[in-house]
């Protein structure tokens, strides 16, 4: 693995460099001093050498929507191939770092230089804050040396981008990969069509989980807006009120006109497998491809990194179906 030497820094915002206003903690600009002040004071620090850019306005990561994942691939894309880094370093907040980290993985397919996202839990400056910590373990990981690829990194874990989720807000140990069954058939190559050069647009996305007395109409109602996509969160192994002669309907109408329709397990360790129940087995039937193992934040992020090339939905479901970067197979 080689060490990454000239970093991009990407400061989108977050509580790592939030301060205080009357209205509570809020996002602020002027980072990048507070981080090379920070940095003077421990020489003893290996890190490489960084470059900061700031993402304007920095947000609340509980504003982030997929424009702001867009702004973010560009950023990145610009450090590599016009700045010449090496590797990444996005300061992100922790409400969405997870989704981020995963819509990430898929947006930058082809991306030679690893890129880790990082936050905190407290911002820095605070009493017992996380964030220099957190920001210099990752500075620090990236000089040693990390595999292309996104990654998250926090409170000394380095995790995959697409397994990754945010477990608790109490602790400084805020995101995990929980342990799920990824025994998917992989992508023999990655299409052109995904590449991280290749442009992406917004989509519209639904996440609907099931749940005892969801109505038909309720579903209906969802899908006949202009959903492109819909990740529905099923019960156990993909199962679901299979007797809903009316549910099954319209999940199959909005398949047909081309809604693509993903599924995935409720359960933190599910996965997908359709056949085990009849129940399964008549719900897979109006259109559902499985997400397998697959998280709601990697589940997510894949759709709209495949709708957002403006792949058909036959295409669209083929490569769902199939690990492009470990998120769905070990």
Same mark, same amino acid.
């Given at each position: 693995?080689?060490?990454?030497?000239?970093?991009?820094?990407?400061? =989108?915002?977050? =509580?790592?460099?939030?301060?205080?206003?009357?209205?509570?903690?809020?996002?602020?600009?002027?980072?990048?001093?507070?981080?090379?002040?920070?940095?003077?004071?421990?020489?003893?620090?290996?890190?490489?050498?960084?470059?900061?850019?700031?993402?304007?306005?920095?947000?609340?990561?509980?504003? @982030?929507?997929?424009?702001?994942?867009?702004?973010?691939?560009?950023?990145?894309?610009?450090?590599?191939?016009?700045?010449?880094?090496?590797?990444?370093?996005? %300061?992100?907040?922790?409400?969405?770092?997870?989704?981020?980290?995963?819509?990430?993985?898929?947006?930058?397919? &082809?991306?030679?230089?690893?890129?880790?996202?990082?936050?905190?839990? %407290?911002?820095?400056?605070?009493? &017992?804050?996380?964030?220099?910590?957190?920001?210099?373990?990752?500075?620090?990981?990236?000089? =040693?040396?990390? /595999?292309?690829?996104? $990654?998250?990194?926090?409170?000394?874990?380095?995790?995959?981008?697409?397994?990754?989720?945010?477990?608790?807000?109490?602790?400084?140990?805020?995101?995990?990969?929980?342990?799920?069954?990824? $025994?998917?058939?992989?992508?023999?190559? +990655?299409?052109?069509? !995904?590449?991280?050069?290749?442009?992406?647009?917004?989509?519209?996305?639904?996440?609907?989980?099931?749940?005892?007395? +969801?109505?038909?109409?309720?579903?209906?109602? @969802? !899908?006949?807006?202009?959903?492109?996509?819909?990740?529905?969160?099923?019960?156990?192994?993909?199962? #679901?009120?299979?007797?809903?002669?009316?549910?099954?309907?319209?999940?199959?109408?909005?398949?047909?006109?081309?809604?693509? %329709?993903?599924? +995935?397990?409720?359960?933190?360790?599910?996965?997908? /497998?359709? &056949?085990?129940?009849?129940? #399964?087995?008549?719900?897979?039937?109006?259109?559902?491809?499985?997400?397998? &193992?697959?998280?709601?934040?990697?589940?997510?992020?894949?759709?709209?990194?495949?709708?957002?090339?403006? @792949?058909?939905?036959? /295409?669209?479901?083929?490569?769902?179906?199939?690990?492009?970067c470990g998120e769905r197979a070990d």
């Open positions: 693995m080689p060490a990454s030497r000239n970093i991009l820094v990407l400061y =989108t915002g977050g =509580t790592i460099g939030m301060q205080q206003s009357a209205e509570g903690l809020m996002p602020a600009s002027g980072f990048a001093s507070r981080l090379r002040e920070q940095q003077d004071q421990q020489p003893q620090l290996q890190l490489p050498d960084w470059q900061f850019r700031e993402l304007l306005p920095p947000i609340d990561s509980a504003n @982030m929507n997929q424009a702001n994942w867009l702004a973010i691939a560009e950023a990145i894309r610009a450090g590599v191939e016009q700045d010449g880094c090496d590797g990444v370093l996005v %300061l992100h907040g922790t409400d969405t770092l997870a989704y981020s980290a995963a819509a990430l993985s898929f947006l930058l397919l &082809g991306l030679d230089v690893p890129v880790l996202l990082t936050g905190a839990m %407290l911002p820095a400056g605070a009493p &017992g804050s996380d964030a220099w910590s957190n920001l210099f373990g990752a500075m620090q990981t990236l000089h =040693t040396g990390v /595999e292309p690829g996104v $990654h998250l990194y926090f409170s000394g874990q380095l995790m995959h981008g697409a397994r990754a989720s945010k477990r608790g807000t109490a602790t400084l140990d805020a995101f995990a990969v929980q342990p799920r069954e990824r $025994h998917g058939q992989r992508a023999p190559n +990655i299409p052109a069509a !995904l590449d991280y050069r290749q442009p992406r647009r917004p989509v519209s996305l639904a996440v609907l989980p099931l749940y005892p007395g +969801i109505q038909a109409a309720q579903v209906r109602a @969802m !899908l006949t807006s202009d959903v492109q996509g819909l990740l529905l969160e099923c019960y156990g192994s993909g199962t #679901g009120p299979a007797d809903d002669a009316e549910l099954l309907a319209a999940l199959k109408q909005a398949h047909e006109r081309g809604v693509v %329709l993903a599924a +995935i397990s409720q359960c933190p360790q599910g996965h997908v /497998e359709f &056949g085990i129940y009849a129940a #399964g087995s008549k719900l897979a039937a109006t259109g559902l491809v499985s997400g397998g &193992g697959m998280t709601r934040e990697a589940a997510l992020g894949k759709l709209f990194s495949l709708l957002g090339t403006g @792949m058909s939905q036959k /295409e669209v479901e083929h490569w769902f179906a199939l690990d492009l």
